[in-house]
């Protein structure tokens, strides 16, 4: 039986979510098969048995397990055999490093550019979820006046990306010669705003261009689907 993972998806069938998205690269590496199961932001709430309110949630046979730092530990301790996501309590804590990081100071970058289009992507019966829950957490500010001038927020997105770029001038993956649970955490990151965003975050001829098509083409293409250009 394959592994159900829950996922959410605009209204033209993209996967949107950066957290189900490396679980989907932390299922390929472990070369476990799964199914997906579209969902739309306001279902969340009423799937397995209303015990959740976010995805990534997968299903294994009798367990199920929701958040992405409890599934890729779910994944190593159940699939020991597996290729490993963490090698070493080393790795996993640098990791978890890895992913504040990235969380604080690029994903946060990302979500002031690209909320409105994450609104006009979900859902219409989704929407108004949306907004009011993303409005509350803005200080009254609607998504349309958060968004505004935008554009002057790419310089500042760009210079936070430099360890990033600095990391990857020294190895093809951020693990290094092959891709880690790092690596997964910023292609979702890249992949989610290229499931919306309608205005490109990097220079054409910006190194990281090179790494997010390594990280793509992994696992026969996983993260080659139809988005927006990420460059200009
Ligand atoms: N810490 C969680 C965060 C997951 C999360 O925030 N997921 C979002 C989608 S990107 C979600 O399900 N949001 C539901 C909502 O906003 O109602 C994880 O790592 O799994």
Known sequence: MPIRLYELVTTDARALSPFVWRIKY????????????????????KLCGSR???????????????DSWAIADYLDEAYPDRPKLFSS????????FFD??????????MFSINVLDIHNHAREEDQP?????????????????????????????NHALRPMRAALAASPFLGGHKPNYADYIALGGFLWTSAICT????????KLNDW??????????LGKVAGYPLSA
């Open 199 to 206: 205005m490109p975050l990097l220079a054409s001829d910006d």
């Open 26 to 45: 932390a299922l390929a590496h472990k070369g476990l098969d799964f199914e997906t199961v579209p969902v739309g932001f306001t279902e969340i709430p």
């Open 129 to 157: 979820y949306f907004r009011k829950s993303r409005e509350a957490r803005l200080g009254g500010k609607t998504l349309e006046q958060f968004i505004n001038g935008r554009e002057a927020r790419l310089p500042e997105l």
């Open 89 to 96: 309590p080393q790795e996993r804590a640098m990791i978890r």
């Open 52 to 66: 959740y309110k976010t995805v990534p949630i997968i299903e294994d046979g009798e367990t199920t397990v929701c």
């Open 100 to 109: 504040s990081w990235f969380g604080l100071e690029i994903m946060n970058r």
């Open 212 to 221: 997010l098509e390594r990280g793509f083409s992994l696992y026969d293409n």
